[in-house]
């Protein structure tokens, strides 16, 4: 039984006419990762808003997602229950008056005591590499780096114990050091199924099992990663792969 | 853009309507004398306080003199100056904080100046300036932009404060573009939106300034036409004929609203991004 | 065409840049290399005259400089129109401007005609600075400072960008100075790399040295690149 299915979205500007995203079909086992590859623009950002139903109202949308069977496009409780999402710029993610303190026990929702909600929070903080954590719930937002703001929405995104996570350009705005870590914790968590969407092929393919290529709202390939980058017959897909090889191939050549 | 400026108003219902709203009234004021039912001068006490009529059209006020042509001649008094008072004070205002946030020395001198004038509550000090150089109403405007000069320095001085450190500004500054080109050709269209919704808050603050100081007996004397001293002379008549406060009342209203509702629609309009608004309202 | 001497640079009691030294000779490149909090931000703004330095100072050849910066949004007056900001740097210099250099070019970064009357807002990311890369090299300058331009480009598109900013070099004599925290952007476009490792330069060397390395974070920096994994999937 398939796990995640997204059957045949298409998503339509009302006031324009214009298609964003053109019959959009996937398979996603549990337990895995899915790697979402494209240039910006494709629609990959869409694809996460269309499944955390976050897109604006005067989008049409036309097509089904089902978890376990259960239709959740437009059910928010489902989506609330079960997915929960990484953003790309993680300065704009957070609240610039409040402490991280403020901001993560906010998003832990159960009726725990505020004790042990800092204990959850220090556990998820330690989890994602932070060193010092009573030191990053004291600051405000503007005080820590980049990389540390992004590993602390990765640690909210743990706290919500969901199964599903949805990773939108999770790294784009990281340095290598802190990417390649971050790229590791994203693998090395148990039993979560998280759809990461990037840019970078490199990435994705370090960590990912299966890849969709999207290009101009539609999927070009759906394969696993050793097809895309062994046997892919597909021409943008090669284009894909032999850009990023181009970039990679100096340095490459630099390292001998 | 002239174009595209202009379609965009008409689009805007609210701003059409308060742009037509203040047109009329500028030309009705401009040409008092034609469109003006009677003299707003002549008292006539056999006809005090009569109802509107085709003689009166808003009927008369204590002394017999037509309400309605006191109200037309009173946009002389009330609106222009209050326009002219209003230019004067941007005026001032952008020239010193264009300059204090350009120049280093300037902008301690300036802005500790500001602060001293701000620390006295503006009402306050128009009630001083006035007492100082005595009542009329070219003391008024006098008071009003000493009174409001340092505000609009502040203002104009943090808008500019948003835009001198992007890089835009200095890209231009490391390919070598001057000083004045950038201040004219980026700062200026920048910070002019923002301008436009001072100038037109401010028309409607100086309005109500000039017919509160009139109102209180400080401003315009007796006779000038000006819908602050219509006020006071309604309010001394409020038991026996409480409908005089409603002409000059309203017309406050009004006009200090369309000003308002002009200076909202005219910077949402000179924002590029205003599409992109409307987009995501619907 | 840069030359640092020295410099040093304190932001509240702390050394943010410590004994810079730094020479940029005509027709050569330089990438400045280092993490996010390594000072490369401090440096840039130090070298284009927007903050002065503590100690040290830097001597630039203003003549026929270009910058382009890693905030794209922030880089364009959002009142100009594409055109507008593309024709803003000819009204000082005595070149002229080209209606055919320009199609040409916009050909090769891959933007439409069509974008040319738009406003900033209604560009992606992405085109917007590709704009930017154009506005900078549309005056044929010989000097070029990249601050972290390609950060925000996707890998295709920083691809493209970087094989015609390597062949303009060629073409022209640009001499580039680049700072980023990418190393394979660096490797592809400059001959000379310096690693910055809070507020120090703790390595230079030759690109094509790289893999001679010695100090520690450098080879750090070398290990987080991710490679391509095609070679052991062919295994």
Not at chain 1, 50 to 56: A, C, D, K, R, S
């Amino acid at each position: 039984m398939r796990y995640l299915k997204i059957e045949n979205l298409s998503i339509k500007d009302n006031k324009t006419n214009e298609i964003l995203l053109d019959d959009i079909s996937i398979d996603i086992e549990e337990n895995t990762i899915l790697g979402v590859v494209g240039e910006s623009g494709s629609g990959k950002s869409l694809l996460c808003k269309t499944i955390l139903g976050l897109i604006p109202s005067n989008l049409n949308i036309e097509g089904k997602i089902t978890l376990n069977n259960k239709d959740i496009l437009n059910n928010s409780k489902i989506i609330k229950d079960n997915f929960c999402v990484i953003l790309q710029e993680a300065i704009n993610a957070f609240n610039p008056l409040y402490t991280i303190n403020y901001q993560m026990l906010e998003s832990i929702k159960t009726k725990q005591s505020k004790k042990e909600k800092l204990k959850i929070c220090i556990k998820y903080l330690r989890k994602v590499g932070l060193k010092r954590c009573s030191k990053i719930l004291k600051s405000y937002p503007h005080e820590l780096s980049g990389g540390q703001l992004q590993r602390v929405m990765i640690a909210i995104a743990l706290t919500q114990n969901r199964k599903i996570i949805i990773a939108d350009e999770p790294t784009s705005s990281l340095d290598s050091i802190n990417q390649k870590e971050i790229i590791n914790i994203l693998k090395n968590l148990k039993d979560k199924t998280i759809i990461i969407v990037s840019h970078d092929l490199a990435l994705i393919s370090h960590i990912a099992k299966d890849i969709i290529v999207l290009k101009d709202s539609k999927v070009v390939e759906k394969a696993d990663t050793k097809t895309i980058f062994t046997n892919t017959k597909n021409e943008y897909t090669k284009f894909l792969v032999s850009t990023q090889e181009n970039l990679s191939k100096e340095f490459m050549s630099c390292l001998k | 853009m002239r174009k595209d400026f202009l379609i965009k108003i008409v689009d805007n219902k609210l701003a059409l309507a308060s742009l037509i709203f203040i047109t009329l009234l500028i030309i009705t004021g401009l040409f008092a004398p034609l469109v003006s039912p009677n003299d707003p001068y002549l008292i006539n006490l056999d006809e005090k306080l009569l109802s509107y009529s085709l003689k009166y059209p808003l009927g008369t006020d204590h002394l017999g003199r037509c309400v309605a042509s006191r109200l037309i001649y009173g946009i002389r008094t009330t609106l222009f100056y209050s326009l002219f008072a209003m230019i004067i004070t941007v005026f001032f205002g952008l020239i010193l904080g264009l300059l204090a946030s350009f120049f280093k020395l300037l902008r301690v001198v300036i802005l500790r100046f500001c602060d001293i004038m701000l620390s006295f509550p503006s009402e306050l000090m128009m009630l001083a300036i006035i007492g100082f150089l005595g009542t009329g109403i070219e003391n008024i405007i006098i008071a009003a932009i000493i009174s409001k000069v340092a505000w609009y320095t502040r203002m104009i001085y943090s808008f500019t404060l948003n835009h001198v450190n992007t890089n835009y500004i200095h890209f231009s500054k490391v390919i070598g573009i001057p000083s004045r080109t950038i201040i004219k050709k980026h700062l200026f269209p920048l910070i002019l939106s923002d301008i436009i919704m001072l100038a037109t808050l401010n028309v409607g603050s100086i309005i109500l300034s000039i017919s509160a100081l009139s109102f209180l007996g400080l401003g315009v004397q007796a006779p000038t036409c000006e819908w602050g001293i219509m006020l006071n002379e309604a309010k001394e008549l409020m038991s026996i004929n409480p409908y005089m406060m409603l002409p000059p009342g309203l017309m406050i209203l009004f006009v200090v609203l369309s000003f308002n509702i002009l200076g909202d629609s005219i910077r949402d309009i000179l924002d590029p991004t205003y599409n992109l608004k409307i987009k995501d309202n619907s | 065409m840069l030359k640092i001497k020295n410099l040093w640079k304190k932001y509240k009691k702390e050394f943010v840049l410590k004994e810079i030294n730094l020479n940029l000779q005509k027709n050569s490149s330089l990438a400045l290399v280092g993490e996010s909090g390594a000072g490369k931000t401090t440096l840039s703004r130090l070298i284009l005259g927007i903050d002065t330095p503590t100690k040290g100072n830097i001597n630039i050849d203003k003549n026929s400089m270009s910058v382009v910066f890693q905030d794209y949004r922030n880089s364009v007056n959002p009142l100009f129109t594409i055109i507008e900001i593309l024709k803003e740097p000819f009204g000082l210099r005595k070149i002229t401007f080209s209606n055919e250099k320009l199609e040409d070019l916009l050909k090769t970064f891959n933007l439409s005609k069509s974008l040319l009357d738009k406003y900033p807002h209604e560009l992606s990311g992405g085109q917007l600075q590709r704009v930017c890369i154009l506005r900078a090299i549309l005056t044929k300058p010989s000097f070029l400072i990249l601050d972290e331009a390609f950060s925000a480009l996707d890998v295709s598109t920083k691809s493209q960008v970087v094989t015609y900013i390597k062949s303009l070099k060629k073409e022209q004599n640009l001499t580039i100075f680049l700072i980023t925290h990418d190393l394979e952007v660096a490797t592809s476009l400059c001959e000379n790399i310096k690693i910055l490792f809070k507020g120090e330069v703790v390595e230079s060397l030759k690109t094509k040295c790289l893999g001679q390395a010695q100090n520690q974070y450098t080879k750090l920096l070398i290990d987080s690149i991710i490679p391509l994994k095609i070679k052991e999937t062919n295994e």
